[in-house]
């Protein structure tokens, strides 16, 4: 039997059931973070940095601007802010995913025009006043990623059970050399490399 993960999380977040692994034989899994030096806060410890960073803001009378992916982490963010009684300004960009998820039973109803927090996507430009912004990434300031960090890339190994592993994107290399030195049969994956030549 053959599992591949794609971008997986061990944590169950406010948009996203906990992930379920079953044994298998071969296992291909993403090292998007595949190394020790990517540990990430929980789900609680990121969820309380972020109310943590808004409450800041509107104390000092600033408007708290965070930037995130469009897909995924924004619509988590929009669901934390909504739990702890916050409104959202948004683009349409992120209303369309999260119309998205809304047909799956996942609803938003913080985003309002005139929200006191505003939640902006990476790409459009900065405000520039970095006291009242939050750039929040596996690789931001504040460590929410839909990528699993490398522990929970090795629950999720050690869950699988699986007799060979392929590590594919970002530290495939490093993860697959880890996973020799815990005994496991590990290679990385190279691009372009069909399953039938497995």
Not at 34 to 43: A, C, D, L
Not at 49 to 65: C, H, N, Y
Not at 145 to 167: C, G, Q
């Amino acid at each position: 039997s053959l599992l591949y993960t794609g971008d997986v999380k061990w944590f169950k977040l406010r948009t996203a059931e906990k992930s379920r692994f079953r044994r298998a034989d071969v296992l291909i899994i993403e090292a998007t973070f595949g190394v020790p030096m990517y540990n990430f806060p929980s789900p609680k410890g990121v969820e309380k940095g972020l109310v943590a960073f808004v409450e800041s803001s509107l104390d000092r009378g600033k408007t708290p601007t965070i930037y995130a992916n469009q897909i995924g982490k924004a619509q988590e963010i929009l669901k934390i802010l909504e739990v702890h009684g916050y409104s959202v300004r948004t683009s349409r960009n992120i209303i369309k995913v999260a119309k998205i998820y809304e047909k799956f039973g996942i609803k938003f109803k913080n985003i309002d025009k005139d929200g006191e927090v505003l939640l902006r996507e990476f790409r459009v430009p900065k405000v520039g006043n970095f006291l009242s912004e939050l750039y929040v990434s596996g690789f931001g300031n504040l460590k929410l990623s839909n990528h699993a960090d490398f522990w929970e890339l090795m629950k999720i190994v050690e869950k699988v059970r699986p007799e060979k592993i392929y590590t594919v994107y970002g530290y495939a290399k490093e993860f697959a050399k880890i996973l020799r030195g815990f005994g496991y049969d590990a290679d990385p994956l190279h691009t372009g490399v069909g399953l039938g030549k497995l």
